[in-house]
């Protein structure tokens, strides 16, 4: 099983909730991708096989990010960004409507299906690319309920609050 180490960053900006999730990939498995991505067999990624390639990614990896503000489930749109990045990374970036939640204090909850797939190590960052204007949200794990074989938690599931969106 290859294990993909993943950092995740949350924000609100102008009654969104979004989500950059950076994966970490081994050896093997960038390998495996670049060999996904190579449409043609001819050795090598061109730049629209490389956007096809990100674009199936985010759409499996959005499918698999489950967000929900008091309860209430939140879609995702597609991608708005995504990327590769030094080292083996690849960064995606998310965003859904809040819709109709006031000014009050919330209770959210991610839910992350592609750590059932591919379990490592998870951070969450609370400063770095989050956009100038944007509301940091406080956060935390949530305790693991379920384990795979080999002691693997089964689901990474994080818990964050919004205070007075904007």
């Known amino acids: 099983m290859d294990h993909v180490d993943r950092t995740l960053t949350l924000w609100v900006q102008e009654g969104r909730l979004f989500v950059a999730c950076r994966l970490q990939l081994t050896l093997r498995m960038a390998l495996l991708q670049f060999h996904a991505a190579d449409a043609d067999r001819d050795g090598t990624v061109s730049a629209p096989e490389l956007a096809n390639f990100l674009e199936a990614s985010a759409v499996r990896l959005r499918g698999l990010l489950r967000a929900e503000i008091g309860g209430r489930p939140l879609a995702w749109d597609a991608?708005?960004?995504?990327?590769?990045?030094?080292?083996?990374?690849?960064?995606?970036?998310?965003?859904?409507?809040?819709?109709?939640?006031?000014?009050?204090?919330?209770?959210?909850?991610?839910?992350?299906?592609?750590?059932?797939?591919?379990?490592?190590?998870?951070?969450?960052?609370?400063?770095?690319?989050?956009?100038?204007?944007?509301?940091?949200?406080?956060?935390?794990?949530?305790?693991?309920?379920?384990?795979?074989?080999?002691?693997?938690?089964?689901?990474v599931v994080v818990k964050f609050s919004i205070a007075a969106v904007p």
Not at 86 to 98: K, M, T
Not at 101 to 117: A, N, Y
Not at 141 to 147: K, V
Request: hydrophobic content about 35%; glycine content about 12%.
């Open 79 to 155: 991608a708005i960004h995504t990327s590769l990045e030094p080292g083996l990374a690849q960064r995606f970036v998310f965003s859904a409507p809040l819709g109709d939640v006031g000014t009050e204090r919330w209770e959210g909850r991610l839910s992350d299906g592609f750590s059932v797939h591919y379990p490592g190590h998870y951070r969450f960052l609370n400063s770095g690319e989050i956009p100038a204007g944007a509301q940091r949200l406080v956060a935390e794990f949530a305790p693991e309920t379920e384990r795979l074989p080999g002691g693997h938690p089964a689901r």
